[in-house]
């Protein structure tokens, strides 16, 4: 099934391009907006993809302080003798966590995949639930996770869909460890070895993401890349997955030509700035009449490339709205829509708090509420 999914009249303008893989989907990650897909759904196995899932658990671990970028886990008989991608950790001199970070994300290592995941979990299979009730946490619906390295396995399973939640929350929610998918290659044990992913040596706005193989996956690439959108003062983030190519150059092609239709075609549209009012709404029984409304984040929405002048926003709001109301509220809701049609929508919540008013004020109102009716 291929398909174009901003649910716009205009986008069915825009031509999908032909992607020579099983499964892939462009996501505009600055407005959250998936933008064309093929067979986004399908089944499919994840490879060393899984390894986006093994990194974000550790992350995790370590900003919750379990887990110190200076420890030294142990090397078990099982990562020591991992096969496929390895490091090279030597089981007399473990490597540091820092160390195996590095090695799991630049150089793919199964070794450093388990090593990191025994000591977040005690077990590999420990740690294979932690990343099952994680994928169940973040929606990832048709996913099932049985090791932390994505050597196969017929229950180790994902699909394009899933795979671009995940790989959203590593790029969002670890600003601080990201620049790891960005580094061209690392050596450890006097052994250099460079980042699979070839975006980063040719396109200077890629910055991640992940690559896989196996013979039953075949070559598959999670490339994000950030832009500057001609005449905004902005950024845009844009994410492919493909999946199933029939090499390790082609998953690199067809990564480069999703993304660079995707920035060429639609453009970003900032509608509601985070703590920006998009109006006052009027209160019944508070200390003051109106309570100014808006969004608790930007408002981001992607469009096809010259419909940005015909994003409308649309408020409805909660009647009728008495007080005390708190900040953070909801209110009502912003809808946006392009060609008639809602392409997104935020709750509208209390910028500020409003108080009750005092007892004659309220009285007041109730009798103004009955007349309003």
């Given at each position: 099934m291929l398909a174009l999914l901003l649910p716009a009249a205009g986008a069915q303008q825009v031509p999908v391009p032909t992607i020579a893989a099983r499964s892939w989907l462009l996501l505009d990650v600055t407005s959250g907006q998936m933008i064309a897909a093929q067979?986004?759904?399908?089944?499919?196995?994840p490879a060393s993809l899984t390894k986006l899932m093994t990194a974000h658990l550790v992350f995790n671990a370590i900003q919750e302080k379990r887990l110190a970028l200076d420890a030294r886990p142990p090397v078990?008989?099982?990562a020591w003798k991992a096969i496929g991608s390895r490091m090279f950790v030597d089981p007399g001199k473990p490597a540091t966590v820092e160390e195996l970070l590095n090695g799991l994300i630049v150089q793919s290592?199964?070794?450093a995949s388990i090593i990191l995941a025994e000591a977040v979990a005690g077990t590999e299979q420990a740690f294979a639930e932690l990343m099952n009730r994680e994928a169940q946490r973040l929606g990832m619906r048709n996913s099932q996770f049985r090791n932390a390295t994505g050597l196969p396995d017929p229950e180790h399973y994902t699909t394009a869909r899933d795979l671009a939640l995940l790989a959203t929350q590593v790029v969002t929610a670890h600003p601080d460890f990201y620049p790891l998918y960005s580094k061209k290659e690392y050596t450890y044990n006097n052994i250099r070895q460079s980042n699979r992913n070839r975006l980063l040596f040719v396109d200077p706005t890629?910055?991640?993401?992940?690559?896989?193989?196996?013979?039953a996956a075949g070559y598959c690439l999670i490339a994000t890349a950030r832009r500057d959108q001609p005449g905004t003062n902005f950024q845009r983030r844009l994410l492919s997955v493909v999946l199933g190519t029939s090499s390790e150059s082609v998953r690199a092609i067809e990564s480069q030509k999703l993304l660079n239709w995707g920035f060429q075609n639609f453009d970003a549209v900032r509608v509601q700035a985070k703590g920006q009012p998009s109006g006052d709404y009027q209160v019944w029984k508070g200390a003051a009449d109106t309570v100014p409304g808006g969004v608790e984040s930007d408002l981001v929405v992607t469009v096809p490339r010259g419909q940005a002048d015909k994003v409308v926003g649309e408020v409805e709001r909660v009647q009728p709205l008495v007080a005390p109301i708190g900040v953070g509220e909801r209110i009502g809701t912003l809808r946006v829509k392009l060609d008639g049609k809602v392409i997104a929508e935020r709750p509208l919540v209390a910028l500020k708090a409003v108080d009750q008013a005092g007892w004659f004020g309220r009285a007041w109102d109730s009798v103004r509420m009955m007349f309003a009716k």
């Open positions: 067979e986004p759904d399908m089944r499919i196995e078990s008989t099982a290592g199964n070794d890629v910055d991640g993401l992940k690559t896989g193989h196996t013979e």
